[in-house]
């Protein structure tokens, strides 16, 4: 068996454990689960993105869940307090952050992957012009009813 077949039988079999749900009882989801999965996880990317120019911190600790894991642009690993740390911590100032390209795959009523580009724009502390784009990917989970994000990636473009 090739590995990459091994390797997709092995995610099929695991990934419903992790997150919570069994194959037999993961029903397919409908069209309007999904366009409603899709609606709220894009509101809430459109709220973390905002915390760029806004530095409302504290949205992160609402969107980000309490085992959320980033691997960052230059390949560090993060925790949640981490991940809002460096938020808080960054020096310059933003104008405004855009997703494009947001592309929501609702894999089953209660997990979810999203793929995005994000175009960030603003000012170091001297005063130079700071342009900035994230490929990113967040797998979120809906636990006790709230939809968290569990862990993202991000790659820097410019």
Request: proline share 3%; hydrophobic share 45%; glycine share 6%.
């Amino acid at each position: 068996m090739p590995r990459s077949t091994r390797l997709l039988a092995v995610l099929a079999t695991f990934l419903p454990v992790l997150i919570g749900a069994t194959p037999a009882a993961e029903q397919p989801v409908s069209d309007a689960d999904r366009r409603e999965i899709t609606s709220t996880l894009t509101a809430l990317e459109q709220k973390w993105t905002r915390v760029w120019a806004t530095k409302d911190v504290s949205v992160l600790g609402a969107l980000l869940a309490a085992d959320f894991v980033a691997t960052t642009a230059n390949g560090e690993f993060r925790t949640k307090q981490q991940h809002i740390a460096a938020y808080a911590e960054d020096v310059r100032t933003f104008s405004g952050s855009v997703n494009t390209e947001v592309s929501v795959h609702v894999l089953t009523t209660r997990a979810a992957v999203i793929t995005g580009l994000d175009t960030v724009r603003g000012r170091t502390p001297e005063g130079a012009a700071v342009v900035e784009q994230y490929r990113w990917t967040d797998t979120w989970l809906l636990r006790n009813g709230l939809w968290q994000c569990v862990a993202t990636h991000e790659t820097r473009l410019k």
